[in-house]
């Protein structure tokens, strides 16, 4: 299943665990370990009392009592000290070791905050992508649906060259445009009824409905798993790669008319690294088309032309812009 970013409170995440970054004597401290004992009632930090604390690096897990959530899975983070006392290594084990605690559990799905990001002082533009990274690749090998919760606009940290290089894309395609508009011919002053008559023309058709709809074009499915074996990848291989749940490709699988959204339809020309133009085709097969009234399109179009094809740098850089990310649609 994909992998989310969202912008929420994970005390009101509805999902069958949420990750508590909390000290090593699992006592309630401050951040988002308060904001969880609180929501969660006293009765978590007793449930916490008989666990015997946790390492860092590691996990464990407690009922969620009063939070929407089924549990709770806590996690000690590591204290940022510069960078060379392995603090990467200590915050991908936490990430890990809740991933494996959740699958040994039978949990579909988990919310992680910014472990270390807070009072520990890990640089949150760091543990976005360390988090980002050791997320999609456990996901390769597993079923589950995994949040990745962001407070508030303060609390994510996106790169500020490549937010300015986006910018600046869909500045220049704004700016061509308004030019193309600027220079386009007037049309007539004739009245309406005059110029409509005067700019279709009808023709007969030379085949009948009945022939017409015999011969359509290829659906979205058969593209898709035309596609697919024109790669040569798995299709276990690009649904993941799409951020897609197994539940829709199966969908997608089963009924060749199926009915994507334009999300979706996207997400598999990311996986598939189609160009722009394979991509439109694919689009096409739906009705969908690549727009520059829309930023959602333009920036899918600027890691296109880029060739930058990582599905989860480019729900980073939609987020950052508040548009919806990939793989999330149906």
């Known amino acids: ?131 980002m990274e050791c997320i999609s690749s456990y996901l390769r090998g597993a079923e589950m649906l995994v949040y990745l919760v962001v407070y508030d606009k303060q609390s994510y940290e996106f790169s500020k060259r490549l937010s300015s290089n986006i910018k600046r894309y869909i500045a220049e395609c704004d700016g061509q445009a308004i030019c193309r508009q600027a220079f386009m011919e007037p049309r007539s002053c004739q009245p309406a ?64 008319n199926y009915k994507p959204s334009k999300s979706t339809v996207l997400s598999f020309a990311i996986a598939l690294e189609l160009t722009l133009e394979e991509t439109d085709h694919l689009l096409e097969t739906v009705g969908f088309t690549l727009s520059h009234s829309s930023k959602f399109d333009l920036i899918i179009e600027y890691f296109i032309k880029g060739g930058n094809y990582n599905i989860f740098e480019i729900n980073e850089a939609l987020f950052e812009f508040d548009q919806p990310c990939l793989g999330t649609g149906i």
Request: proline residues 4%; aromatic residues 8%.
């Open 193 to 256: 009824k005059e110029y409509y008559e005067s700019s279709f023309e009808y023709a007969a058709p030379s085949s009948s409905l009945e022939d017409v709809l015999c011969n359509l074009d290829e659906s979205f499915a058969e593209a898709l798993f035309r596609m697919i074996d024109e790669k040569g990848i798995s299709d276990v291989e690009c649904y993941k790669k799409a951020n897609i749940d197994k539940k829709t490709f199966s969908k997608i699988k089963c009924n060749k």
């Open 1 to 131: 299943m994909p992998l989310q970013i969202v912008r929420q409170d994970i005390t009101k995440m509805d999902c069958d665990a949420i990750v508590n970054p909390s000290n090593e004597n699992l006592i309630p401290g401050g951040g988002v370990d308060a904001a969880i004992h609180f929501a969660a009632g006293s009765k978590l930090a007793a449930a916490c009392e008989k666990l015997g604390g946790c390492n860092v690096g590691e996990a464990k897990l407690t009922r969620a009592f009063n939070l929407p959530a089924k549990y709770v899975i806590h996690t000690v983070g590591p204290v940022w000290q510069g960078g060379n006392h392995n603090e990467k290594k200590l915050l991908i084990s936490c990430y890990i070791e809740c991933l494996k605690l959740a699958e040994s559990k039978n949990l579909s799905s988990i919310a992680f905050p910014l472990i270390s990001s807070g009072t520990f002082g890990y640089p949150k533009d760091q543990v976005l992508k360390i988090a």
